[in-house]
């Protein structure tokens, strides 16, 4: 099966009754795979619920001859989420694909964040990520192959005035899929985290007008239904894309300095060597925690 096919491969997609899952949702349906489009049908800020949204993209995906089921339920509650999962088991007989990606808004600054909006988004995008993908994960791993694809933000990666509850999140989110990789490698499960930038009515408080409806969310769908293929081989990636621009982002370490720990290590000694210490250059990225644990270690023996 090429590249650019899905066909026989059973897609998982949450929060795909607008925005981009919507766009992902399509796309991988016109290159025929089956698709659940889950979606709870809610308000932006999570209140809410409506089988609307997800039923349509299901009708549009049907009437352009592709396959589809809606799901309704939740991805912030553990139960509701395996009955996600279990829709594509009990209706396709498997799950290949997996694409993270609803969510909620709940921007607050820090001082003035309730309780509730920092629980809120952590449950749906953190919690409903892990949810998810522990739902679909054995199956991945009997048949020994697996496509999850998450969904980060440049929120969390760079920051965000008002946004520490989504900040977090998405930022626990990619530390999650950096574990994932590791536990999928040897089963064929790829996990990667996408940084969508869409006008979406997420997006709506923050974009203009006349830059929401160009930047579509098509222009993010490609990347994600390539991570999403036979032949992509990453793992435990990040890449960005929106508005017809694609990167790769990462997590690098500097060379930085080593003491030799036969003696006393001083606040002194660091600050005179502070410069070397903030240094990218040279910088590397690392495949794993014991890679970089290997790094430090032997560092400290050649000292
Ligand atoms: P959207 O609001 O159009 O889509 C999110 C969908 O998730 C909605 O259809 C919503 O009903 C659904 N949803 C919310 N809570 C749910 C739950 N508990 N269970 C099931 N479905 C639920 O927004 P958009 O922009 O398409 O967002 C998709 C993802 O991309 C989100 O995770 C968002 O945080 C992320 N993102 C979007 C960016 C953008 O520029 N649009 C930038 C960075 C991240």
Redesign the pocket.
Known sequence: MGLNRFDERVAVI??A?????KAYALLLASRGAKVVV?????S?D?SGSDST?AQQVVDEIKSAGGEAIASYD???DYESAQKIIDTALNTYGKVDILIN????LRDKSLVKMELEDYRMIMS??LD?TFFCTKAAFPSMKEQKYGRIVS?A??AGLYGNFGQTNYGAAKMGITGFMNCVAQEGGRYNINANTI????G????FTVMPEDVISKVK?EYVAPMVAWLCSESCAESGKIFSA?AGYFARAAMVEGDGVTFGVDKEITIEMLVDKMDQIKSLDNAREYSSAMEQAGTVLSKMSSE
């Open positions: 949450t929060g009754g607008g925005g981009l899952g889950n979606d709870l049908g809610g932006f999570g949204p939740s991805v912030a990606n609803a969510g909620i749906v995008h409903g969904t933000s440049a940084v969508p930038t869409a979406t009515r997420l997006t969310p929106g």
